[in-house]
């Protein structure tokens, strides 16, 4: 039951890096090179293919797992730390019209930590060493 509810998870995550965060950002920010656009920036374009790349890894890594333990945790941990940045971020930009940090915030949270929670057994473990 586990092992199939991380896998279910797995593929809602890697679509939704792989499709919405990385391939439609990615796409849309090069295609009409809305990075050169001011108030836009390049990084945005660098951020969405790192995670299209984790999205298809993570998609791999739905048929088995088990071998997948330090990506698994990558993918927590990282989505831990992109949560918290934008935590600060929203708290900074209290009262200047970024509400979509709040949102984005408990997305990235909540991805993070079922992540955390569904993670084959000695996942952190083998993270940590």
Do not use: C
Not at 12 to 31: I, N, R
Not at 44 to 64: D, P
Not at 94 to 115: E, K, M, Q
């Amino acid at each position: 039951m586990r092992e199939r509810a991380l896998r279910v998870w797995w593929v809602l995550v890697g679509l939704f890096f792989a499709g919405v965060a990385g391939f439609y950002g990615l796409v849309g920010d090069l295609w009409h090179a809305a990075w050169r656009l001011p108030g836009h920036n390049e990084v945005t374009a660098m951020f969405a293919s790192v995670y299209l790349t984790l999205g298809i890894f993570l998609l791999l890594a739905a048929r088995k797992p088990a071998p997948y333990r330090v990506l698994i945790a990558f993918a927590a941990w990282s989505s831990l730390a992109h949560a918290a940045v934008m935590a600060v971020q929203a708290a900074q930009a209290a009262g200047h019209s970024r509400g979509d940090f709040v949102g984005a915030t408990a997305l990235f949270a909540v991805i993070g930590a079922v992540l955390l929670l569904l993670e084959p057994k000695g996942a952190t473990a083998i993270a940590a060493s």
